[in-house]
């Protein structure tokens, strides 16, 4: 049987210990679903998800009536919870956009899109 090079093995041990613990501090993933237009989104849902740890909850997911999805980050008590839905059908590899309403070079720098 041959062996991995100690380099790589504790690479790999670290990456699984990673992981392990983030599974242990977590309380859901992905929860309920949205229809926007004609594809299908999960609503991700928990406490300590990576990547953070954060909060994400469903309440901060919406779409209006012209169909426009909302995504918004609030502050309950001090905590903050943020919005994220992730496709359920693969679409596989190309260019993606998608267009945002408003002036996002103002966001904080800390927010990712």
């Known amino acids: 049987m041959s062996r991995l090079p100690a380099k790589i093995s504790i690479k790999y041990l670290v990456y699984i210990l990673f992981i392990a613990a983030q599974m242990l501090n977590t309380t859901s993933v992905?929860?309920?679903?949205?229809?926007?237009?004609?594809?299908?989104?999960?609503?991700?849902?928990?406490?300590?998800l990576v990547p953070g740890p954060n909060s994400w909850k469903p309440s901060n997911v919406s779409v209006d009536s012209k169909g426009f999805l909302h995504l918004k980050i609030s502050n309950e008590n001090g905590n903050w919870s943020y919005g994220e839905i992730a496709m359920t059908k693969r679409l596989g590899f190309g260019t993606y956009q998608f267009q945002g309403v408003g002036r996002l070079d103002q966001f904080d720098k800390n927010i990712v899109l």
């Open 30 to 48: 992905l929860s309920d679903t949205i229809k926007i237009r004609r594809y299908e989104w999960e609503v991700k849902f928990g406490v300590k």
